[in-house]
Structure formats: structure tokens, C-alpha cells
């Protein structure tokens, strides 16, 4: 009898312990947790990530949701860097929850952030963000001026739409093609002329193309198709991402391909920038599927650094994986987020991948559970 109860004891005494040890680590779960916020809150996103990884090893697991928060602090980081890869995720990942963050980043000094700045809210598509826009239209930079009007067209301000033919009507034949590209998004025929000209200069006949099969022209596609088989590379490319956008899934293979190119081109800077592999995956954002998610994970995993600190690549194939939601890549990605390796530009742009994949499949499941 006494042995039995020494046993009934021990037991107890176990129990107790173990659930004291778990009271403990849930504590201890809850203040690393404000830990993070309060540091992504001040922009010290790499104290946050390390801090994040601390409670990554405590508990196993990942806490997607903790990854975002540290993103969107990462628009209030010192490091220009930093703050425009994390705006550059947002862009293409984030939701309404990042608008107060960029409302900071519309005022930042560098044009670069305040592009990125109006990119985001014109991707994020929130109504609510268009008096953010408006300032912008007066700034010194004329393509700060021009990504805010874009931004407000998208945001269906088509009061806009004067403003933005103003600077066509000044503009280089850059800065129309940018321009028509959204006017072209409304039906806006009034640039047909600039688009049938357009098609005659090696650097825009393919954009040009795009937008003329927009507003109907349905044979001007074949423009696109036999760009494809053009002998320089960098305009096969242009005519294969411009057809991307268009949502033609025949070009999957060309885009594999061209995923294997490491060639170089351009001034010194670029010359270190695989652009065709870079332009291949930034495509494959638009029309790719599962089956090529293991090349870019394979991307991904590559140790090679083209800017010396950072990686574009190993960026664009984060971003590329979230918007194809490919579930089966999260374990990669967070290999690469807790590696020494990667910088914290590409840690934070990874850990809003991963928050971006993760949040589709809890959706997923809820609609599942709702139906």
C-alpha cells in the first residue's frame, strides 16, 4: 500500500512540475513576444529578428503572424535598405494593416522609398489610403509625382487622369510608356497614336504591344510571339515578361529556362545582376504554377550574393513562392530566414513571405471549415 502511494505521489509531484514548467514557458512565450513587438515598433528589426529566434528555439514554432509585425516595423528602420526591400514585400504581400507604416515612409527623404511608398498603397487597393496620395502629386520628382497619380488611378480617383496626361504630354518616351500603361488599364484611347509609334522603337514595341492588345487589337499578340525568338536575349525577355502580364501560360517553359541563365548585362553595377534569371522569376509571379516552385527553391537555397550583402534573386524568389502560395516551400524559407548568411533585408522580405503563404492556407482552411 505504502508503495503505492509513494507511486500515486510521485506521479503528482511530476504532474505538478511539468505543468509549472509549461505556466513558465508560456510566460516566458508572452514577454519575448512584447520583446519583438516593441522592437519592431522602433525599426530595430534586426534585435527583433534575433529576439524572434530566441522564442523560435524556446518553443518550435513559428508564429508567422510575429513575422509580418517585424516586416511592417522594418518601414521605420534606419537602413534604407531595409526599410525599401521590407516596402518592396509589402508592395506585393502586405495588407491594410501596413497603411499607417507607409503614411511614415511617404515622407522619407529618398524618392526610392516614396515610389515604393505609393506603389504599395496603390497595390493594397484601400480607399482609405487616398488622401495619403494626393501630397505627392506636388513633389520635385517627377516619377515620385507620377507613381502617386498611378496609384490614385488604381484607387479609382479618376479625377486623375488630367494630371497624368499633363506629364505625358512633357514627358520622354519613358516616361509615357509608364504612363500609358495605366491609361491603357481605364481604356483610354487617346494615346493610340504614342502606342502605334511606340511599336517602332526596339526599347518599347513590346510594352507598347501589351497595351495596344488591351485596348482590342487581339493579332497584335503575335508582336510578343515572335519576340520570343529574338536573337538578343534581353528582348526575348522583355517580350516573354510583357506577355507574362497578360496572363499567357505558354511562355512557363521559356521562363524555366531562362531560370538556368546567370549571363550579365549593363554598366559595372548590373553587370553583377543575373537580369534574365531576375526577369524569369519576377514573370513566373504572373503566370507559374506548382511545378515550378523546386526551381525556385533551389534559387532560393544559392549562396551567392550579386550586391555584395544582398541577394535579388533570393528576394525575388521569396516573393515569387508567397504570391504562387506554395505551401511546400515555408520549411526553405525558414531556413533561409534563421541563416547567418542573409542579410536582414532579406530575412525580413522572407519572413513576410512566409506570414503571406501562411495566412492563405489558415484562409483556406476557414472557408473549408465554413463550407
Not at 170 to 189: C, F, P, Q, W, Y
Request: hydrophobic share 45%; proline share 3%.
Amino acid at each position: 500500500m505504502k508503495f503505492k502511494l509513494s507511486i500515486f505521489y510521485l506521479l503528482l509531484i511530476n504532474y505538478f512540475l511539468a505543468r509549472q514548467e509549461i505556466m513558465d514557458l508560456n510566460i516566458d512565450k508572452e514577454r519575448l513576444i512584447d520583446q519583438i513587438k516593441g522592437l519592431a515598433e522602433k525599426g530595430e528589426s534586426k534585435e527583433a529578428i534575433n529576439k524572434y529566434l530566441v522564442l523560435f528555439n524556446k518553443t518550435g514554432q513559428i508564429f508567422p503572424e510575429l513575422l509580418y509585425v517585424i516586416g511592417l516595423g522594418a518601414t521605420k528602420n534606419k537602413s534604407g535598405l531595409v526599410k525599401n526591400y521590407s516596402l518592396l514585400a509589402i508592395s506585393q504581400l502586405g495588407d491594410n494593416r501596413a497603411i499607417p507604416y507607409i503614411k511614415t515612409t511617404l515622407l522619407d527623404n529618398s524618392s526610392t522609398t516614396k515610389i515604393l511608398s505609393c506603389r504599395a498603397l496603390g497595390n493594397i487597393g484601400d480607399k482609405n489610403s487616398v488622401s495619403l496620395l494626393y501630397p505627392l502629386l506636388e513633389d520635385k520628382d517627377k516619377w515620385v509625382r507620377i507613381e502617386a497619380a498611378k496609384a490614385l488611378l488604381k484607387l479609382r480617383e479618376y479625377k486623375i487622369v488630367g494630371l497624368l496626361h499633363e506629364e505625358f504630354n512633357k514627358g520622354d518616351v519613358r516616361v509615357k510608356m509608364e504612363i500609358a500603361k495605366s491609361l491603357v488599364e481605364i481604356g483610354d484611347t487617346t494615346i493610340l497614336p504614342f502606342l502605334k509609334e511606340a511599336l517602332k522603337n526596339d526599347e518599347t514595341k513590346f510594352e507598347a504591344a501589351k497595351c495596344l492588345f488591351k485596348l482590342g487589337d487581339k493579332n497584335i499578340i503575335s508582336v510578343l510571339h515572335q519576340g520570343l525568338r529574338d536573337k538578343n536575349e534581353l528582348q526575348a525577355m522583355m517580350a516573354a515578361k510583357e506577355l507574362a502580364e497578360l496572363g499567357e501560360k505558354s511562355i512557363i517553359p521559356f521562363l524555366k529556362e531562362k531560370l538556368k541563365s546567370n549571363k550579365k548585362f549593363g554598366p559595372p553595377l548590373l553587370k553583377r545582376i543575373p537580369l534574365l534569371k531576375i526577369e524569369a522569376i519576377k514573370a513566373l509571379a504572373k503566370v507559374g504554377n506548382e511545378e515550378v516552385a523546386p526551381d525556385l527553391i533551389e534559387i532560393l537555397k544559392s549562396k551567392n550574393k550579386e550586391l555584395v550583402i544582398i541577394s535579388v534573386v533570393k528576394i525575388e524568389s521569396a516573393i515569387t513562392l508567397a504570391i504562387l502560395r506554395n505551401r511546400s516551400a515555408i520549411p526553405f524559407l525558414f531556413e533561409e530566414f534563421k541563416s547567418e548568411l542573409n542579410h536582414e533585408a532579406e530575412k525580413i522580405v522572407i519572413g513576410i513571405a512566409i506570414w503571406k503563404i501562411s495566412e492563405e492556407q489558415n484562409n483556406m482552411l476557414k472557408n473549408q471549415n465554413n463550407f
